[in-house]
């Protein structure tokens, strides 16, 4: 069996793993603080493109973990970065947040209605059927279409919501047209994350809670992956899936003494 080289670099999703309906996960303020202390390069992921890093790190102290918005790395960063690869200095009709069209902007991405390079869907709790209706006829124009990630639902107090994926099949029928999903489970999420921290694949660990995102995406990306019970997955599920975590703890108060290699 090959030897799993040290772990350098850190990759954590964020809810199921730090946090839970917005309380921290008993041990991740210490894991979190031990990773600042250590010096280790570390990035927590997320799916949702509504927030800036600014934004979600105040959410997070809020909570009672300290984050900077440098180690904050979401799927709006990931496609900003991904476009700018593409095709730099583009334009694009965007629907979404504040999270969204910063980190477009920040690219060097103009944001117009008027013969877009591409259409990008992202996140919103306010889905605008003129802005869909917009969306679609542009890409029938022409536009490529692109979306931050596939997730169906999203939470809220009164229940699901619908999310970017349920909205990005919506206009798939309307257009015939299949949107390329940036977030995870792409493993472009995990790549774009380990260029931002200067991080090998073969020493970088990937925290997650989801065996369909987290998982598959940082096993495909060739990381260390490690599935915390702390969110969704229970271990009697784990053997449902044909792929297996490199490692299964309980939660990332588990893995602080790796953080200094003492396992």
């Known amino acids: 069996m ?9 990759l954590s999703d964020m809810d199921g793993v730090l946090v839970h309906e917005g309380h921290p996960v008993p041990g991740a303020d210490e894991f979190i603080r031990r990773l600042r202390e250590s010096g280790r390069r570390f990035l927590v992921l997320t799916n949702n493109s509504i927030y800036t ?7 997070l102290r809020a909570a009672g973990l300290e984050i900077p918005p440098e180690s904050i790395w979401t799927s709006a960063l990931a496609t900003a970065r991904f476009l700018d690869g593409q095709r730099p200095g583009g334009s694009a009709y965007a629907i979404g947040e504040a999270g969204l069209t910063t980190a477009l902007h920040e690219v060097g991405y103009v944001l117009t209605d008027i013969d877009p390079d591409y259409v990008v869907l992202g996140e919103t709790r306010t889905y605008s059927f003129t802005q869909i209706t917009r969306a679609i006829r542009l890409i029938e124009g022409g536009a490529r279409f692109i979306a931050t990630n596939p997730d169906p639902v999203g939470p809220s ?7 970017c994926g349920a909205v990005a099949a919506m206009i798939t029928k309307a257009t015939g047209v299949e949107p390329y999903f940036v977030g995870k489970p792409n493993p472009m999420m995990m790549r774009s994350a380990l260029r931002a921290i200067d991080g090998h694949s073969e020493s970088t660990a ?9 998982i598959v995406s940082g096993m495909e990306a060739g990381l260390h992956t490690i599935l915390v019970l702390s969110g969704v997955v229970s271990k009697d599920q784990v053997d449902r899936y044909p792929f297996r975590p490199s490692q299964v703890v309980d939660s990332v108060a588990d893995l602080i003494p790796m953080i200094d290699g003492d396992i």
């Open 2 to 10: 090959d030897v799993r080289k040290p772990i350098e670099c850190w």
């Open 157 to 163: 107090n009164e229940g699901s919501l619908p999310a």
């Open 53 to 59: 890093p600014r934004d979600l790190a105040v959410r």
């Open 206 to 214: 990937m925290i997650g809670d989801r065996m369909d995102t987290d």
